[in-house]
């Protein structure tokens, strides 16, 4: 299994409060994601980096922002969490200039959130 | 925008086939993909499609690929118990690498 863990792996908070989820992998890999799934929507990628300090928008991305300071952590912030954002919160890693890797994206073990 | 769509559930006898449809958006895709999702868990990479093939069979599992009607389907061999989990078809959507998820279909397979 690709080496990437997310923490907290559960959150239960309050409206209004800022929460950091983060992201850590061990493999290297350049680009990082994070994506929210919730019933009969599947998983909608919230943002992406393609690089140290380098961060795009995804489809869902009103409400987060993100960090990218060293390769191995992307680090996801609601900066007032909103009952909205409750969501289960994964993280993945891509690197496309790995040999036979098909594009595959690499998946972390999730973070759910719960916002009161 | 871009949807990739799929039917919620399916439900399977053991031992029957069980075949799960997907219709994708963008002719460009170049990697077609079927993620798995057990309970609790992230997804991981169940197989996979190149655009230029219509067809891959791995063991228990077949990809059809059907690019002029954007058509894509799992079909899964003697359904076990094991294989009772949401399975998710997924396009590259634009650059790096990013995914575009299907809502997911939810295989329960039953004695």
């Known amino acids: 299994d690709a080496g990437i863990t997310q923490s907290p792996r559960h959150k239960v908070t309050e409206t209004g409060t800022p929460v950091t989820l983060r992201c850590h992998q061990t493999e290297n890999h350049r680009y990082m994601y994070w994506y929210r799934q919730d019933p009969g929507h599947g998983l909608r990628l919230i943002h992406y980096?393609?690089?140290?300090?380098?961060?795009d928008k995804g489809e869902v991305s009103d409400g987060y922002s993100v960090s990218r300071s060293k390769t191995e952590d992307f680090l996801l912030t609601l900066e007032s969490a909103t009952s909205s954002q409750t969501s289960v919160y994964f993280c993945?890693?891509?690197?496309?200039?790995?040999?036979?890797?098909?594009?595959?994206?690499?998946f972390g073990p999730g973070t759910r959130l719960t916002v009161l | 925008g871009e949807d990739v769509e799929q039917s919620l559930f399916l439900s399977v006898r053991e031992g029957d086939s069980s075949v799960i449809n997907c219709t994708y958006t963008?002719?460009?895709?170049?990697?077609l993909y079927w993620y798995k999702q057990e309970p609790g868990a992230g997804l991981q990479l169940l197989t996979y499609?190149?655009?230029?093939?219509d067809m891959k069979q791995d063991q228990r599992l077949t990809v059809l690929l059907n690019k002029k009607d954007k058509h894509l389907s799992l079909r899964i061999a003697d359904t076990q118990t094991g294989d009772s989990a949401i399975y998710f078809c997924?396009?590259?959507?634009?650059?790096?690498?990013?995914?575009?998820f299907g809502a997911g279909t939810r295989l329960a397979v039953h004695p």
């Open positions: 997924a396009e590259i959507g634009g650059g790096y690498n990013k995914l575009i």
């Open positions: 980096s393609y690089g140290v300090k380098d961060t």
């Open positions: 499609i190149f655009s230029n093939m």
């Open positions: 993945a890693i891509s690197d496309p200039g790995l040999a036979a890797s098909y594009n595959e994206q690499f």
């Open positions: 963008d002719s460009s895709s170049t990697y």
